[in-house]
Nanobody, 119 residues
Framework: QVQLVESGGGLVQPGGSLRLSCAAS????????RGWYRQAPGKQRELVAA???????NYVDSVKGRFTISRDSAKNTVYLQMNNLKPEDTAVYYC?????????????WGQGTQVTVSS
């Protein structure tokens, strides 16, 4: 069984920073982290930051220059450094990965971590 566990969310003032982590555990033969998504109340889930196997990254326009996605393959962990946070960044953040287990490749999601940006 595979689990993706996010951490690092919380309440922060506008202009502040947070670093989210997503650690994968379980019977993992190979893992491709897709990226970080977020979902605000009443809105659809959106892709915030993506990372490829080769390390290329891509961001939604609203976070470019403020967020950075990175990966530690040895730890099966992906990170999202969020700087200069704005109230509109408030959402539940999820990580997503494609994982190879004994039963083949499958899509996995974390449980989500709440990020609230407010003064």
């Amino acid at each position: 069984q595979v689990q993706l566990v996010e951490s690092g969310g919380g309440l922060v003032q506008p202009g502040g920073s947070l670093r989210l982590s997503c650690a994968a555990s379980g019977s993992i033969f190979s893992i491709n982290f897709r990226g970080w998504y977020r979902q605000a109340p009443g809105k659809q889930r959106e892709l915030v930051a993506a990372i490829t196997d080769g390390g290329s990254t891509n961001y939604v326009d609203s976070v470019k220059g403020r967020f950075t996605i990175s990966r530690d393959s040895a730890k099966n962990t992906v990170y999202l450094q969020m700087n200069n946070l704005k109230p509109e960044d408030t959402a539940v953040y999820y990580c997503n990965a494609y994982v190879l287990t004994t039963t083949g490749w499958r899509d996995y999601w974390g449980q989500g971590t709440q990020v609230t940006v407010s003064s």
